[in-house]
Nanobody, 121 residues
Framework: QVQLVESGGGLVQSGGSLRLSCAAS????????MSWYRQAPGKQRELVAI???????NYADSVKGRFTISRDNAKNTMDLQMNSLKPEDTAVYYC???????????????WGQGTQVTVSS
């Protein structure tokens, strides 16, 4: 079984910073990509940032220059450093990983349970 666990959410004032972490554990053979999504109340879940195996990254326009995604391949962990937070960043943040559990298995997407980030004005 594979499990993804997020941590680091909380309440912060506008302009502040938070660092989210995601740890993947279980029967993992290879992780192709990891990413962060978020979902605000009444809105669809949206991609925030993605980091692919080789280290290339991509960000939503709304967070470019403020958020930084990073990954430790040896530990199967991923972080999201969020600076200059705005009230519109308030959402539940989810991590996911596209991974395979063996050399012969297909790649599947696994999700964490989410962590709440609230930015007060």
């Amino acid at each position: 079984q594979v499990q993804l666990v997020e941590s680091g959410g909380g309440l912060v004032q506008s302009g502040g910073s938070l660092r989210l972490s995601c740890a993947a554990s279980g029967s993992i053979f290879s992780i192709k990509a990891m990413s962060w999504y978020r979902q605000a109340p009444g809105k669809q879940r949206e991609l925030v940032a993605i980091i692919i195996g080789g280290g290339s990254t991509n960000y939503a326009d709304s967070v470019k220059g403020r958020f930084t995604i990073s990954r430790d391949n040896a530990k199967n962990t991923m972080d999201l450093q969020m600076n200059s937070l705005k009230p519109e960043d308030t959402a539940v943040y989810y991590c996911n990983a596209d991974l395979s559990t063996s050399a012969s298995s297909l790649t599947y997407r696994y999700w964490g349970q989410g962590t709440q980030v609230t930015v007060s004005s």
